[in-house]
């Protein structure tokens, strides 16, 4: 550089300079201030999760600090009665393992079995039909569930069991009509994770004499369990913290018993009926939605990291 | 001579191919062939890509039946009896005509029950330890995993776990035994040592192999099929089949000895 | 074959017949679980189609209509009022300025009770109506068009029980023909007399002598009461049958209304607060089914026969016999005779009519007239309308759409609404009322002025009117309204936000160097996954804590001074916005993310390669090739959003709200916060206008996704 500049100095020291500057890093304020922006926008989902955590933790904490309730007793009790003071969340708790449950009963082995038959069995066209029924299922409103719940499926209930046994709201209308509703998640993440069993062990299987029952189920399902595992995880939390059907089905008041004929409230379903009505604020009933809501995020929380876990597990098998 | 036919030789047929037409929907990938495979040698199929041979290897145990729209005409004789003919099971023809495929493909389970699986679902009584050792043994693969048979057969590497899988194949008891180029994803020395294995294999079963490897065909095979695709309709064709040292010292159709001298194309 | 070359001392495989049934079982156990699953898959088919049958079900089916009104009573009174207010007719209460009217002038005609013609035959002449000349006869028989049966009604039991009764029925009986020619109706025959005689021996039975000796001193049952009500017509000669059973010592209780003869069993069947019932009619099935159900036999005893003359003067000789047809025309539009019949004279007709207060003019209006409703003319409808609703509201009416520019039956639905205000008291599902009509038909029969309408309950007019506690006039208005605010400030919040993160996940992140800020953005990544997970009731109560109460100045608009500072608080437009704009975030981010990747990496180095920055690159070559699915991704996740029901319940949606909301700081409710309210609710009607909510709830989300799909497709074509 230095010889040519002095073989050629006018034009040559001419350029250098202009290069130099040309060249030289200038800050471009806009583009900066472009990803700031977006930056902040990426952020905002992180100051949504603080914002849940901090409202959770705040009220739940004045719940437990003034409303004269004990962590041992909001934990273990079974009567949730705020007119006495009786903060048991069992009460509400209970219900919403019942129809979690009673979901889970009719979900997973339905949803997984219209899996299997979608990606084992059904010819293509037979797929090109189901697929966009169980999408329209997805899609339909939850509270047009609860309608279905409350309207058909409880009368239906009790015109099989007798009106004596089946009370108008129920744990069990609620749970079968919640099944239904996360029976297309279950089938299609159930579904996608069978796809991704790769080709060439149904071809060995079959190779070896296999039937097609054989090589669905003893290896193609294996080979997709921790997918399954996952879609019945999210399933799980889906179910718990599905609100609307509840809501309208289950039952309005909290209740803790086994029988899923009887009205029962769970959490979802009572957060509803209490910020439903004209609400005040700093009462013990508002600080007590947010206690439930704290209980429920870390339980749907937990499991959606499970199955997250789970799928990036099962991903590693074949990759 | 015709083109198709079958060399003469005085032992049996495993297999007896008569003018069998493959298609996918309604395009023929495959037309008129005649081929009679002779019982416990190994058969090469060889072709430029694309001419079929994959398709009728395939068709020989029906896995065919399988891909959508798949089909295959004509008749195909084993022990007399047509594979294609409507009372016969596919399931059952599989068992009887194994296959390894090109990439290894063991199941993601231990390398015990690799093998023991094939033989649970046929039916298999008796002593499965001893099935799943003589298998593995039969696919020289008993010394190297004798003491993992519990660990998975995907931790193997690529040539131990297409001679796992080869022991899969011989543990259900077939008597032919299918493979599509078996060693195209393998290194040298373990392609030596499947060529190894399928000759002492063919001492008890027949073999048909389709390959690219000239050289493996000339070295391992007794017989060997041609194919070439006709530009025409863009079916494949066979084009000549004979003995395998006969078919590369003396060619008798002019196609073959291009190729296989490497002027084709 | 393979046995002599694989040594099979170690086992074998199944051969000859154990094969076969190895294979046949292999084969059944296959077949058992293919069909299982195909029945699983078919369940699920069946839930939808279960869940839609349901929706449909609830919103089309047959209901009991019943009137507060009666529209007939409605037409009558049009009638009667047109009738007094016709030019050239002269009504009275007096019969006798009627006669002196009529009198000796050729071109009057009037009607009034037949006694009252009788008495004055030398100045008259009562002409035939379809042909039937009135005479007791024709009366009694029924054949005369303008005459009607008079009875009074009352139980076994009740006479029994209450001897007052049993005897002033008795008394009745016995001296009813005396009195009734005085009071101006026609005394009945002996025979029908006989027969009335007859079934109170049969009804008082073992009493019947016991009774019949009160009736000769009735002082001896001043101890009972008697109450009677019931048709206004018969009122008259119980009244003066009431008096002289007064008179004969009778000195209990007696009330003695007349309400008409329908109210008049009501208080007799339902209500059993009378133990006589005055009837111009008699009694229908209906009403005696509710009597027996009280276990109350009514017992029916005729007392007398009214009818009507129409009278002209002796003088007017065209006149002989009229049609019923004619006489409506006479009595109201016509002006001269021969504008009713061309051979009558071409001169003016002059009326003479009972006032409005008699049951005469009501009699005869009924009897003559006999249109229904929808019958009616224009004209005639607002005459109604005019007659029965407040100025104001008139005036509303009008102002909406000009009265007399509505259409016939535009009328007739506004009359039937406002005045008759029908109700619907029962509703039956599709299904009920496709198989079970005969039933149906049986309790609608049952109920008094019900009748039996088909009804669709999703309708134009309930997408257009406002909500209302009646489920028959509520509409989806305020709630369809407030569904489009909420949706469209969510998603001017959510889409410039969302793709804004996914660009920078996408294209910033992996550039970042620094790694403090490279740990922040994976964990930002992952943050969005886990929101994804999140019940969406959870975003309801971090709405109702930070949008709805900590910044409630903001959200109420009173910082900005838009809405009425008394009434304002957080619970607005703004908040549900909000939060649905944070629910649906993580799904636009991770759908924007997708298309975003999907755009091969060959246009990012052709962009920087010509020598644009990086952002030029993104707007000017990434942003237009992702666009379509960024959409895509942004329809489903405005379609979760309209149907998302539980957040807005915590943030506290207004459930009942009749005006349109005007801004982000008004309050709202939304489509499914109507149809959870609408669901929860007891009444029948108010499932089958949730569920027509819900028909158009599905058909907006229907086409969103729908045309999410299209683009989908136009997408993955141009691509490939
Ligand atoms: N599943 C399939 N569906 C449709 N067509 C197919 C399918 N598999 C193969 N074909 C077609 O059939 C013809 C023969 O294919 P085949 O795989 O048998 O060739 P090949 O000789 O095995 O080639 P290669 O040496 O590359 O493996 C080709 O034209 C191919 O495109
Ligand atoms: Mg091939």
Known sequence: MAVGASSRPEVTSQTDVDIKTQLRKHPRVGETLIETFLFVCGAVSILTTIGIVFVLAKESLLFFTSGGVSLTEFFTGTVWQPAIGKFGIWALMNATFMVTTIAMVVALPLGLAVAIYLSEYASLRVRSILKPVLEVLAGIPTVVYGYFALTLMTPVLREIFGDDVVQIYNTAAAGIVVGILILPLVSSMAEDALSAVPDSLRQAAFGLGATKLETATRIVLPAATSGIAAAFIVAISRAIGETMIVAIAAGAGPNFTFNPFNAAETMTGHIVRISGGDLSYDSIDYNSIFAIGLVLFCITLVLNIISRYVVAHFREEYE | MSTNGTPTSNGKYALDLQDVHCYYGSFRAVKGVNLKLQEKKITAFIGPSGCGKSTVLRSLNRMNDLIPGGRVEGRILFRGKNLYDPDVDPVEVRRRIGMVFQKPNPFPKSIYDNIAWGAKINGFKGNMKELVEQSLRSAALWEEVKDKLDQSGLGLSGGQQQRLCIARAIATQPEIILMDEPCSALDPIATLKIEDLMRELVKNYTIVIVTHNMQQAARASDYTAYYLMDKSDRAGELVEYGETDQLFTNPKDKRTEDYITGRFG | ?720
Request: charged share 20%; aromatic share 8%.
């Open chain 3, 1 to 720: 074959m393979s046995q002599e070359t694989q040594p099979s001392d170690i086992g074998q495989y199944p051969e000859g017949d154990n094969l076969k049934h190895f294979i046949e079982n292999r084969k059944r156990g296959g077949l058992v679980w293919r069909v299982s699953f195909q029945i699983a898959t078919i369940l699920a088919i069946l839930a939808l189609i279960a869940l839609l049958y349901n929706i449909i079900n609830g919103a089309f089916g047959y209901v009991a209509i019943q009137n507060k009104v009666d529209p007939n009573s409605l037409v009558l009174a049009m009638e009667e009022n047109q009738m007094l207010s016709s030019s050239g007719t002269v009504s009275s209460e007096d019969d006798n300025e009627l006669v002196d009217g009529i009198e000796g002038n050729p071109n009057a005609i009037g009607f009034f009770g037949y006694a009252y013609y009788n008495d004055n035959r030398d100045k008259l002449k009562a002409i035939s109506v379809d042909g039937q000349a009135p005479s007791r006869e024709t009366a009694e028989s029924g054949d005369y068009p303008l005459a009607r049966p008079l009875f009074i009604y009352s139980a076994a039991d009740v006479m029994r029980e209450n001897p007052a009764i049993g005897a002033f029925v008795d008394y009745y009986l016995t001296n009813v023909n005396s009195v009734i020619e005085e009071v101006g109706y026609f005394p009945i025959s002996d025979d029908l007399l006989n027969e009335a005689t007859t079934a109170w021996s049969a009804a008082a039975g073992e009493q019947a002598d016991a009774l019949q000796a009160y009736t000769a001193n009735p002082a001896e049952v001043s101890d009972h009461d008697i109450s009677i009500s019931g048709s206004s017509t018969v009122y008259p000669l119980t009244r003066q049958l009431a008096i002289q059973f007064r008179r004969a010592g009778f000195q209990g209780g007696l009330d003695l209304q007349q309400t008409g003869t329908t109210a008049g069993f009501r208080a007799f069947c339902e209500d059993m607060t009378t133990g006589i019932s005055n009837a111009s009619r008699p009694i229908n099935r209906a009403e005696i089914e509710a009597c027996e159900s009280n276990k109350r036999t009514p017992v029916e005893f005729r007392v007398g026969t009214d009818a009507l003359a129409v009278v002209v003067s002796s003088e007017n000789t065209f006149l002989e016999n009229v049609t019923k047809d004619e006489l409506r025309q006479i009595f109201t539009s016509a002006e001269t005779w021969s504008e009713v019949n061309p051979d009558w004279p071409n001169e003016p007709i002059e009326r003479f009519i009972p006032g409005a207060d008699s049951g005469t003019l009501d009699f005869f209006a009924e009897t003559v007239f006999d249109r229904q409703l929808e019958a009616l003319t224009e004209p005639e409808l607002i005459e109604i309308l005019k007659a029965n609703l407040s100025t104001g509201l008139l005036r509303r009416f009008d102002a909406e759409a000009p009265l007399v520019e509505r259409s016939q039956p535009e009328l007739v639905d506004l009359v039937l609404e406002r005045v008759v205000e029908q109700q619907v008291v029962q509703s039956w599902e599709l299904t009920e009322s496709i198989f079970d009509r005969a039933e149906i038909e049986e309790t609608v029969a049952a109920i008094p002025q019900g009748e039996l309408q088909w009804r669709s309950w999703l309708t134009p007019a309930f997408l257009v009117t406002p909500q209302s506690s009646t489920p028959e006039l509520a509409g989806i208005r305020t709630a369809l309204f407030g569904t489009l605010w909420v949706i469209a400030i969510t998603i001017l919040v959510a889409l410039p936000v969302g793709v804004g993160a996914a660009i920078y996940l996408e294209e910033y992140a992996i550039m970042v160097a620094n790694p403090t800020l490279r740990r922040i953005n994976a964990i930002i990544q992952t943050n969005i996954n886990n929101l994804a997970g999140v019940p969406s009731i959870i975003y309801g109560i971090l709405g109702l804590a930070i949008f709805v109460r900590a910044i409630e100045p903001i959200t109420s608009g009173m910082l900005f001074g838009v809405s009425d500072p008394t009434t304002a608080n957080g619970r607005t437009i703004i908040s549900a916005s909000l939060t649905l704009a944070l629910l649906i975030l993580p799904l636009i981010i991770i759908n924007a993310q997708e298309a975003i990747r999907a755009v091969p990496n060959s246009l990012r180095q052709a962009g920087m390669g010509l020598g644009a920055t990086r952002w030029q690159t993104i707007w000017s070559h990434v942003l237009p090739s992702a666009i379509p699915g960024i959409l895509t991704g942004n329809i489903l996740a405005m379609s979760r959003a309209i149907g998302e029901t539980a957040p807005l319940v915590v943030i506290g949606a207004s459930t009942f709200i009749t005006v349109d909301p005007t801004g982000p700081f008004s309050k709202f409710t939304v489509l499914p916060i109507q149809i959870y309210q609408w669901t929860s609710r007891p009444q029948a009607e108010f499932r089958n206008i949730a569920a027509a909510a819900i028909i158009v709830l599905l058909i907006l989300l229907l086409t969103l996704n729908a045309s999410a799909v299209l683009l989908r497709n136009r997408y993955s074509r141009r691509l490939s």
